[in-house]
T-cell receptor
Framework: DAGVIQSPRHEVTEMGQEVTLRCKPI?????LFWYRQTMMRGLELLIY????????DSGMPEDRFSAKMPNASFSTLKIQPSEPRDSAVYFC???????????FGSGTRLTVV | KNQVEQSPQSLIILEGKNCTLQ??????????LRWYKQDTGRGPVSLTI?????NTKSNGRYTATLDADTKQSSLHITASQLSDSASYIC??????????????FGKGTKLSVKP
C-alpha cells in the first residue's frame, strides 16, 4: 500500500488566489481527516469524513475553507481566497476507526505571499 | 477544558542514552492515548495506542506507559539512535460513545540525538 498520498508537496501562491489541496486515503479506511500544523498551534483538526460524509467541520477556520470527498478514494481541501495567515503544513490522514492508528500523508506545505 | 501538556518542550541527548518524555492530560471522558513520531518535513507516524485498561505498550525501543488514574503517560526510548531525532506528539482521544472521538493533540517534544 502506498499510504496516504497528498499533492502537491509544496504550494506557493499569492494572496487572494484559490488553492486546492488533494488527498488519496488508504483503501479500506472509512475515516479521512484534514489537519493544519503551525509552529504556534501545533496540529489542529479542520474537518473529518466518515464514509465520504463530513461529520465534524467545526475546526474549519472560516467560510474561505471548504472540503469535499466525492468518493472513497479522493478528497480536496480548498481555500478561496487564500491569505498569508493560511500558510501552514496541511496534513491528510485516514483511519479504520476510533481505536486504530491514523496514517498521515506527507503533507502539503502552503505558503501564501 | 480538555488539554494535553507535554514536557520537556525540547531535549538533547547523546546517542546510546535512554530518555523519557512526559504527557499529562485533562481529557474526559477518555478513550485512548497515542504517541506519534514526526520527522522533520514528514507526517506523524503512530508508535503506540493505549486504551484505558492498558498500562504499558512497547514498539521496539519505544515503551509507552499510561496511568489513567493520574492522567499521565510517558514514552521511554531505550538506547537512542540518531534516527530517533524527531518530534514526539502525545494525542488523547475523547470518548463520545460513538465510533470516532475527538483527538486532543499535545504540542510535542522535540528530541535531538547527538553523536
Amino acid at each position: 500500500d502506498a499510504g496516504v498520498i497528498q499533492s502537491p508537496r509544496h504550494e506557493v501562491t499569492e494572496m487572494g488566489q484559490e488553492v486546492t489541496l488533494r488527498c488519496k486515503p488508504i483503501s479500506g479506511h472509512d475515516y479521512l481527516f484534514w489537519y493544519r500544523q503551525t509552529m504556534m498551534r501545533g496540529l489542529e483538526l479542520l474537518i473529518y469524513f466518515n464514509n465520504n460524509v463530513p461529520i465534524d467541520d467545526s475546526g474549519m477556520p472560516e467560510d474561505r475553507f471548504s472540503a469535499k470527498m466525492p468518493n472513497a478514494s479522493f478528497s480536496t481541501l480548498k481555500i478561496q481566497p487564500s491569505e498569508p495567515r493560511d500558510s501552514a503544513v496541511y496534513f491528510c490522514a485516514s483511519s479504520r476507526g476510533a481505536n486504530y492508528g491514523y496514517t498521515f500523508g506527507s503533507g502539503t506545505r502552503l505558503t501564501v505571499v | 477544558k480538555n488539554q494535553v501538556e507535554q514536557s520537556p518542550q525540547s531535549l538533547i541527548i547523546l546517542e546510546g542514552k535512554n530518555c523519557t518524555l512526559q504527557c499529562n492530560y485533562t481529557v474526559s471522558p477518555f478513550s485512548n492515548l497515542r504517541w506519534y513520531k514526526q520527522d522533520t518535513g514528514r507526517g506523524p507516524v503512530s508508535l503506540t495506542i493505549m486504551t484505558f485498561s492498558e498500562n504499558t505498550k512497547s514498539n521496539g525501543r519505544y515503551t509507552a506507559t499510561l496511568d489513567a488514574d493520574t492522567k499521565q503517560s510517558s514514552l521511554h526510548i531505550t538506547a537512542s539512535q540518531l534516527s530517533d531525532s524527531a518530534s514526539y506528539i502525545c494525542v488523547v482521544s475523547e470518548n463520545y460513545g460513538g465510533s470516532q472521538g475527538n483527538l486532543i493533540f499535545g504540542k510535542g517534544t522535540k528530541l535531538s540525538v547527538k553523536p
